[in-house]
C-alpha cells in the first residue's frame, strides 16, 4: 500500500510539474491567453540592471540597498516583483542580515523597468515615517536614490535620515 502511494503522489507531481509554465515577458509582446499556475517572469535584460547591492558610505557608515527579484503569486499567476532592503551602520561592521529593512517596489511593470526609474515604499526608523523613494539608473553602476513624500498622521518631524545619494552597485 505504502508503495502505490508513492507511485501515484510521484505521478501527480509530475503531472503538476508539466503544466506549470515560464513565460518571458518581452516589451511589446502581448500575451494571448493568460494561463493560471504560470510563471510571468519578467526580461532579465530590463530587471537585472537593477538587482544587486548598492552602497554609499556617508561620515563613517556605509547605506547598503540590496535589490532582489521575488516570484510573488497574485490570482493563481506567478510574477516577479522587486524588493529591496537596505541596512545602515558602520563601515566596519559585519553585514547583518537581522538589521537589514524590507521595501517594495510600487511597480514592476516593463514599461517603467525600461525608463531606468522605479519607486519603493520605504519606511525611515529615524523619523517614523513612510516616504517614495525614486531610485533611477544614471549610469552602468550608479544610481540616483531621492527620498520624498513623509507621511505619518502621528508624526509631523520634518525630514528623513539619508533625503539624496549617488549610490554605486557592487560588482557581484
Excluded: H
Amino acid at each position: 500500500m505504502k508503495k502505490i502511494l508513492i507511485v501515484v503522489l510521484s505521478i501527480f507531481a509530475n503531472i503538476a510539474l508539466m503544466n506549470a509554465q515560464e513565460v518571458i515577458l518581452k516589451q511589446g509582446k502581448k500575451i494571448q491567453n493568460v494561463e493560471k499556475g504560470t510563471y510571468y517572469k519578467t526580461d532579465p535584460s530590463l530587471i537585472n540592471k537593477y538587482i544587486g547591492t548598492w552602497v554609499y558610505e556617508i561620515n563613517g557608515k556605509q547605506f547598503k540597498f540590496i535589490i532582489s527579484k521575488k516570484k510573488t503569486a497574485i490570482n493563481g499567476l506567478y510574477i516577479d516583483k522587486l524588493v529591496g532592503e537596505y541596512y545602515l551602520g558602520e563601515i566596519t561592521d559585519v553585514y547583518n542580515n537581522d538589521g537589514m529593512i524590507m521595501c517594495y517596489a510600487k511597480e514592476s511593470r516593463l514599461e517603467v523597468l525600461s525608463t531606468g526609474k522605479i519607486r519603493f515604499r520605504f519606511w525611515d526608523y529615524t523619523y517614523q515615517k513612510y516616504g517614495s523613494l525614486y531610485f533611477e539608473l544614471i549610469g552602468e553602476n550608479q544610481a540616483q536614490w531621492k527620498l520624498k513624500e513623509g507621511y505619518n498622521p502621528n508624526n509631523d518631524q520634518k525630514g528623513f535620515t539619508v533625503t539624496e545619494m549617488v549610490l554605486t552597485k557592487l560588482k557581484e
